[in-house]
């Protein structure tokens, strides 16, 4: 445990880590980026609702017309439709939510490594994030290590 005179002694600085990850330009290329890679498979998924849905609609239609055999294959068809639907949806979400993760995971580490490198620079002792109740923005590197994410991510596209 450190003493209030050890302590006053140190240089400490603070980073709001959400900030500086939702409003890095790498958040938003991610973002982008998995936006792209799912929407094929998102608008199939719809694609299936919407032929389901008329699927439905046509043997609420017509099911007393029908012969019951031709009714009770097309129930078949529905229930079968709805669960491959329902799976499908299922692997759609673990696989963005895994993708998401990656992306992100990765994200974390590059803000991890700028915030050494602010605090390694500028001879800081100590570097606080989250559960902190004040900060004085003369401590808040927030916007030093945005800027150099900006930087980074600036000299990778060239």
Same mark, same amino acid.
């Given at each position: ?16 880590? =959400?900030?500086? +990850? ?17 929407? $094929? $498979?998102?608008?199939?998924? %719809? ?7 008329? #699927? ?16 009770? !294959? #097309?129930?078949?068809? +529905?229930?079968? $439709?709805? $669960?491959? %639907? ?5 692997? &759609?979400?673990?696989? /963005?939510? /895994? !993708? ?23 001879? %800081?002792? #100590? ?12 401590? =808040?590197?927030?916007?030093?290590? %945005? ?5 980074? &991510?600036?000299? !990778? !596209?060239?």
């Amino acid at each position: 445990m450190l003493s209030a005179a050890a302590f006053g002694e140190s240089r400490v600085a603070f980073v709001d880590a =959400d900030k500086v +990850v939702e409003n890095s330009p790498q958040y938003e290329a991610a973002r982008a980026a998995i936006q792209r890679e799912f929407s $094929r $498979r998102e608008n199939d998924l %719809l694609a299936k609702q919407k032929s389901l849905k008329k #699927l439905e609609a046509k043997l609420a239609k017509n099911a007393k017309i029908m012969s019951e055999s031709e009714a009770k !294959r #097309l129930e078949r068809e +529905v229930i079968s $439709r709805r $669960r491959q %639907l329902k799976n499908a949806k299922q692997e &759609f979400r673990e696989d /963005l939510t /895994l !993708r998401q993760n990656e992306e992100f995971n990765k994200l974390r580490r590059q803000v991890i490594e700028v915030i050494k490198e602010i605090g390694k620079a500028r001879n %800081l002792d #100590l570097v606080f994030s989250v559960g902190v109740v004040y900060v004085d923005p003369r401590v =808040d590197i927030s916007d030093q290590v %945005l800027k150099r994410l900006r930087k980074r &991510f600036k000299k !990778r !596209r060239k």
